[in-house]
């Protein structure tokens, strides 16, 4: 596989059902944490995603023989799905382990197939510096709750950053990229690629000949302008309410370093690391 075809299995598709007739569909995404020679596979959303779930659907592409069935896909129903998650208490970030759906699935005799995110993709300080104002980026997940339906396939789409992704954006650990962004892509993994040459700020010269793939973060929102005229912004897992708006297509992103941080929260209180 290719690097972004690579991508489109890094996906797990949520349903978030509050109560009767009331759900959110959003996108998680599995990132593989290494401690030494341990990986450490978890699940991540937004918390606005998963918050007061009563019962969370998760669906995975089957697999085997190392390879994805496309057109085949399971879904795995989870009881008290808020509870399931470890939210952070100042970010809308929410993490949960992957081993016990996996061991609920080997016991069942249900492989499946997905890649997961390395946490050697997030980027150190030198990399982050290294970056320009306005970079490339791309990102997977389920807009509108849309997604091929015969191969249980994600959508990628693409756009720029609309703030320095080595800035913090008013103060929180937080960037805009400027795309299209809809409710249903909350959770969406969003990463920085460059294929066949990219500039590297720092060396002030372009790399040519090569691909580049960072992690940046999860979206989370996107700021839209009601009829009242104030820009202000939505979670991305809402349904979108029937009143004049215009969206103004800046997605909030929450970097990946708040994900990598809550992860050695949960691991040190567990005694891991």
Not at 63 to 88: N, Q, Y
Not at 198 to 227: H, M, N, Q
Not at 234 to 253: A, E, H, N, W, Y
Request: glycine share 8%; with cysteine.
């Amino acid at each position: 596989m290719s690097t972004l075809e690579q991508l489109l299995y890094t996906t797990v598709r949520v349903r978030a059902i509050i109560e009767e007739g009331i759900e959110n569909i959003g996108t998680s995404f599995i990132f593989n944490y290494n401690v030494g020679d341990k990986n450490y596979l978890f699940l991540v959303t937004n918390k606005h995603v998963v918050s007061d779930a009563k019962v969370g659907v998760l669906t995975f592409i089957k697999g085997e023989g190392g390879k994805p069935k496309l057109g085949e896909a399971h879904s795995v129903t989870i009881r008290d799905f808020d509870k399931f998650w470890t939210c952070d208490k100042k970010y809308d970030v929410a993490i949960a382990p992957l081993a016990p759906v996996l061991s609920h699935l080997q016991k069942n005799e249900i492989s499946i197939f997905f890649k997961a995110i390395p946490q050697t993709f997030v980027p150190d300080e030198t990399q982050l510096n290294s970056l320009d104002a306005i970079e490339e980026v791309v990102f997977v997940g389920y807009p509108g709750g849309f997604y091929d339906k015969k191969h249980f396939l994600p959508i990628i789409r693409k756009g720029t950053t609309a703030t320095p992704p080595y800035i913090d954006f008013n103060g929180q650990k937080t960037f805009l990229i400027d795309a299209s962004v809809f409710p249903g892509s909350s959770g969406s993994p969003v990463f920085l690629y460059n294929r066949g040459e990219y500039f590297d700020k720092t060396k002030k010269s372009f790399i040519i000949g090569a691909e580049r793939l960072l992690f940046l973060g999860i979206l989370s929102a996107v700021y839209y302008i009601p009829d009242t005229g104030e820009i202000i912004y939505t979670p991305l897992s809402k349904k979108p309410k029937v009143q004049v708006r215009q969206l103004l297509d800046l997605g909030i992103v929450y970097k990946a370093e708040t994900i990598v941080s809550l992860i050695e929260d949960v691991l040190k209180k567990r005694g891991e690391i």
